[in-house]
Nanobody, 123 residues
Framework: QVQLVESGGGLVQAGGSLRFSCAAS????????MGWFRQTPGREREFVAT????????YYAESVKGRFTISRNNAKNTVYLQINSLKPEDTAVYLC????????????????WGQGTQVTVSS
């Protein structure tokens, strides 16, 4: 069974920082592009960032570019998301996802999803 488990969420004041981890099991981690998405009640799931299987290519949503950084450690089967300069509108459940292959993929191509970690940014 494929399992993606996120951690690192919490309550933070605007301008603060957090770091998420997503630990993967049940798959060949270095054969998968990994992504981070976020979900807010009343909104559709939103793309945040992605990183290809070797870690050489990253891509970010315009709303987070320059503030968020995605990285991965294939030896540890883990992908990370560093989030800085947080804004109240960043409040959401952040989810880790995986898609087989080494290229950027759209949200509907992701095969596996974690359950998410909550981030609440106070103003």
């Amino acid at each position: 069974q494929v399992q993606l488990v996120e951690s690192g969420g919490g309550l933070v004041q605007a301008g603060g920082s957090l770091r998420f981890s997503c630990a993967a099991s049940g798959l060949t981690f270095n054969s998968y592009t990994m992504g981070w998405f976020r979900q807010t009640p009343g909104r559709e799931r939103e793309f945040v960032a992605t990183i290809t299987w070797r870690g050489y290519t990253t891509y970010y949503a315009e709303s987070v570019k320059g503030r968020f950084t995605i990285s991965r450690n294939n030896a540890k089967n883990t992908v990370y998301l560093q989030i800085n300069s947080l804004k109240p509108e960043d409040t959401a459940v952040y989810l880790c996802a995986a898609v087989r292959g080494g290229i950027i993929a759209g949200i509907h191509n992701y095969s596996y999803w974690g359950q998410g970690t909550q981030v609440t940014v106070s103003s």
